[in-house]
């Protein structure tokens, strides 16, 4: 009768015998996304990447053109890399420099599994992630510089960012990292090597590190390999956007224009209430055009200015923005009870275009000489005033 006695010599034969069907199947299996479990990950546990860092889709030594991008804040982490990162109205107040940098470094990055095709470590998803969508890589490499990138008018960033917080996504990629080393994929789980760790560490292509048995899949030499996405400011979506009335209370602003919030007085009529809501938009809008053109004619300004406050004048401006100031959300109708019925309350947010600006600043003088006349105060140092503001305005 013989007895299957597993001798020390078999046990360490057997177990070089799975590492090298371990590197076989890896090979096979690259680039088979429809077979996750191409690669043995049973009982493999991965270990944290760092969540700011990630390696690049491709390797170079300029990405200057992306440094400073806004990443897309509905990314999930298996699709940043790169090339989703993107420019903005206020990308122009980023730049960037060049820092030198040292050290050696053994460390884990998230890397989305275009950038892992990209780099040549194919499957790496399938080992790390199961289902394929992201993956970590182990990356060991001697750091030699970074490119940063830095806000060069932080006053105008900010400013850019608060009018329109659409153009400032929460991150942006705030750093490249440039050097030589290596990348490598999960194989599997180092829990099987036991005692004879040293007959997986005798292939030079493979090691152990945190449990986790890696085999090396690519190099590169004086590149910019990974980058750091950075947070720069926190932002909420525009209240222009918002499906309840928080627009009343926190006027959004925008780049491409003004808001205006139009308020009715009580009225016994919705209707009424929603045309005297958008008269008062309007007026308010008059008196940020009267700054407007304050602002483009210096020498008339006193004049201007006094003129936009006669209540005429306001009314007969108004109603020549009426095309040029349009409703954009508007609040339910506040009801409240009077001894002649219920009243109505109107809010509406209301848009007027930048790019309205000059033509609707020289409808109002017109629209001012106009009234001047009709009132019998149109005299020489009016016509003078307006004259000038035209001219202000080409």
Known sequence: MLLNVMTPQRRAGMRRAALLTLSTGLILGAGCSSAPDALPSKGLVMPVPDKSVFLRASFDDDPSSFI???????????????????KTRCSEFITFKEVRASGSYDEYYNSAREASLGVSVPGVANATAGAGANA???????????????????????QCCTAAADQCPDFIIGEFFYGTGEVFQAVGSSAGFDGEASDLTKNAEMSLKDEVAWKRQTTFEEVYFAFRKQRVRDNASLAANSDDCS??????????????????????????????????????????????????????????????????????????????????????????DTPKGTAYTVKVLAFFPKADEVAAAKEAVDKVEATLDGEGKLDGKAKDALKKTREALK
């Open 247 to 336: 627009w009343a209370d926190n006027v959004p602003t925008s780049l491409d224009g003004q808001y205006f919030v139009g308020i009715s007085a009580p009225t016994l009529s919705e209707a009424d209430a929603r045309d005297m809501a958008m008269r008062n938009a309007r007026a308010q809008a008059v008196r940020y055009l009267g700054e407007y053109i304050t602002s483009a004619s210096a020498t008339t300004s006193g004049a201007m200015e006094g003129y936009l406050q006669d209540e005429k004048v306001v009314t007969a401006v108004a109603e020549g923005l009426a095309s040029r100031v349009k409703d954009q959300r508007w609040c339910p109708a506040a009801k409240s």
């Open 68 to 86: 400073g991008r806004f990443l897309p804040n509905n990314l999930e982490v298996h699709q940043i890399d790169e090339n989703q990162a993107m």
């Open 136 to 158: 970590t890589v182990r990356v060991r490499y001697q750091l030699s510089k970074k490119m940063r990138a830095e806000v060069n008018d932080q006053a105008a960033f900010d």
